[in-house]
């Protein structure tokens, strides 16, 4: 059964809650934090939250349902720090976080639970863009998505928009005296839906790489179809189409002014693009060396200021000075392995160890190319979850 749904006992205890945006400025801040996570350890172990001041625990709601809770089960919670207990939705977690109240633990508990988690969603300035107008970066910490909003004058752009906050785009661009003009996605996005069709109901230019339609989307012809080497003006600054396929056969590059490159999941700032994600494991080796060769003669090719901005970061990734995560190009070439690797290796390299795929990204892929219809409710909870799309860690980069 949903424990969201449940009717819990009403604990004596009143407990406080914390907001999502409140937790989190405590981990940015490296405040000790720790957390019960009362969700089912399978969920526990495929998504959670983490960070280095971070201690996490994980005991499933129901072992707390009994007026007499297991003494082997409090035995492992400490009773010397304040807990923030959270769940899915923020039902369970308000319940346990009483239980335990009721016997003297110092706990509050997650407004919202995961869900609340997975709705913040920052802007950061990328400070050391030095094109036309100004360029922010979004993040989504819950999944690492990453998205881009540039504006110049009256006139402003998104990249890889997430349909979960199409809202937000619109206002943000009102924010800053801007229309939002043009919204730009990278490729048929595995991990997340896309909110480019949504855009374009309110009247933004959608765009998409004409090379991804032969996947099967639906929409193509309510769409703009980017081709390589077309460019778009946002105010004074220039938007231009790089083809650089490999993640998917359609993957493409958006480079922002000649300072940014946006590469959605072709190359991140921490890793390469996972090839196996549009025709499986069988097609996975000529899609590495079709990456392989992207990066070589579209990427690695341009100035070495170039800033590289990808669709996703991971617990992995460093963030700038300025909290984006992007990096000159330079960097990236010093310290990732496979940018200076022979094809054959590379191809080995990337293939050898890839993290399980995102979850449901069949069902998100479909959604993507127009051929699944969900409502926004059921589309929030497709995308919950790690992104997965990177290739692993381990042996892409030096110390």
Not at 269 to 296: F, H, T
Not at 317 to 331: I, Q, S, V
């Given at each position: 059964?949903?424990?969201?749904a449940?009717?819990?006992?009403?604990?004596?205890?009143?407990?406080?809650?914390?907001?999502?945006s409140e937790?989190?400025?405590?981990?940015?801040?490296?405040?000790?934090?720790?957390l019960?996570?009362?969700?089912?350890?399978?969920?526990?172990?495929?998504?959670?939250?983490?960070?280095?001041?971070?201690?996490?625990?994980?005991?499933?709601?129901?072992?707390?349902?009994?007026?007499?809770?297991?003494?082997?089960?409090?035995?492992?919670?400490?009773?010397?720090?304040?807990?923030?207990?959270?769940?899915?939705?923020?039902?369970?977690?308000?319940?346990?976080?009483?239980?335990?109240?009721?016997?003297?633990?110092?706990?509050?508990?997650?407004?919202?639970?995961?869900?609340?988690?997975?709705?913040?969603?920052?802007?950061?300035?990328?400070?050391?863009?030095?094109?036309?107008?100004?360029?922010?970066?979004?993040?989504?910490?819950?999944?690492?998505?990453?998205?881009?909003?540039?504006?110049?004058?009256?006139?402003?752009?998104?990249?890889?928009?997430?349909?979960?906050?199409?809202?937000?785009?619109?206002?943000?661009?009102?924010?800053?005296?801007?229309?939002?003009?043009?919204?730009?996605?990278?490729?048929?996005?595995?991990?997340?839906?896309?909110?480019?069709?949504?855009?374009a109901?309110?009247?933004?230019?959608?765009?998409?790489?004409?090379?991804?339609?032969?996947?099967?989307?639906?929409?193509?012809?309510?769409?703009?179809?980017?081709?390589?080497?077309?460019?778009?003006?946002?105010?004074?600054?220039t938007?231009?189409?790089?083809?650089?396929?490999g993640?998917?056969?359609?993957?493409?590059?958006?480079?922002?002014?000649?300072?940014?490159?946006?590469?959605?999941?072709?190359?991140?700032?921490?890793?390469?693009?996972?090839?196996?994600?549009?025709?499986?494991?069988?097609?996975?080796?000529?899609?590495?060396?079709?990456?392989?060769?992207?990066?070589?003669?579209?990427?690695?090719?341009?100035?070495?200021?170039?800033?590289?901005?990808?669709?996703?970061?991971s617990?992995?990734?460093?963030?700038?000075?300025?909290?984006?995560?992007?990096?000159?190009?330079?960097?990236?070439?010093?310290?990732?392995?496979?940018l200076?690797?022979e094809?054959?290796?590379?191809?080995?390299?990337?293939?050898?160890?890839?993290?399980?795929?995102?979850?449901?990204?069949?069902?998100?892929?479909?959604t993507?190319?127009g051929?699944?219809?969900?409502?926004?409710?059921?589309?929030?909870?497709?995308?919950?979850?790690?992104?997965?799309?990177?290739?692993?860690?381990?042996?892409?980069?030096?110390?």
């Open positions: 059964m949903d424990p969201e449940m009717d819990f006992p009403t604990p004596e205890s009143d407990v406080e809650s914390t907001t999502p937790l989190k400025e405590q981990i940015d801040d490296g405040e000790p934090v720790t019960l996570d009362v969700r089912m350890t399978s969920e526990y172990e495929e998504w959670r939250i983490e960070g280095e001041s971070v201690e996490s625990y994980n005991a499933p709601y129901f072992q707390f349902l009994d007026e007499e809770i297991d003494d082997e089960v409090l035995a492992e919670l400490p009773d010397d720090e304040e807990m923030t207990v959270l769940c899915a939705k923020g039902g369970a977690s308000e319940f346990v976080a009483g239980a335990l109240a009721d016997r003297g633990y110092d706990v509050d508990h997650l407004e919202e639970g995961m869900n609340g988690w997975a709705s913040i969603y920052e802007a950061h300035k990328v400070t050391e863009y030095d094109g036309a107008g100004t360029l922010l970066q979004y993040q989504r910490p819950s999944s690492g998505c990453l998205g881009y909003l540039l504006y110049d004058g009256d006139e402003a752009a998104v990249i890889d928009p997430l349909r979960a906050f199409t809202d937000r785009y619109l206002d943000d661009a009102e924010m800053f005296g801007a229309e939002l003009t043009y919204a730009f996605d990278t490729h048929i996005h595995a991990d997340h839906i896309s909110g480019l069709r949504d855009l109901a309110e009247g933004v230019e959608a765009v998409i790489p004409a090379a991804a339609v032969d996947r099967g989307v639906t929409y193509a012809d309510e769409m703009t179809l980017a081709e390589d080497g077309d460019t778009f003006a946002v105010g004074d600054a938007i231009e189409t790089v083809a650089t396929p993640h998917t056969t359609g993957m493409t590059s958006y480079l922002v002014d000649d300072s940014l490159l946006a590469t959605g999941d072709g190359l991140f700032i921490e890793s390469v693009a996972r090839p196996d994600l549009e025709e499986g494991d069988e097609g996975a080796p000529d899609a590495a060396r079709m990456l392989y060769d992207s990066l070589q003669s579209r990427v690695l090719t341009l100035d070495d200021d170039t800033l590289i901005g990808g669709a996703h970061f617990d992995a990734a460093e963030p700038a000075a300025d909290g984006t995560y992007t990096a000159p190009l330079a960097d990236l070439k010093a310290r990732m392995d496979p200076s690797m094809k054959a290796e590379f191809v080995e390299v990337v293939l050898s160890d890839m993290p399980p795929r995102p979850a449901n990204y069949e069902e998100i892929i479909a993507n190319l051929q699944n219809t969900v409502d926004d409710e059921k589309a929030f909870t497709l995308e919950l979850g790690p992104n997965n799309c990177a290739a692993s860690q381990d042996a892409l980069t030096s110390d």
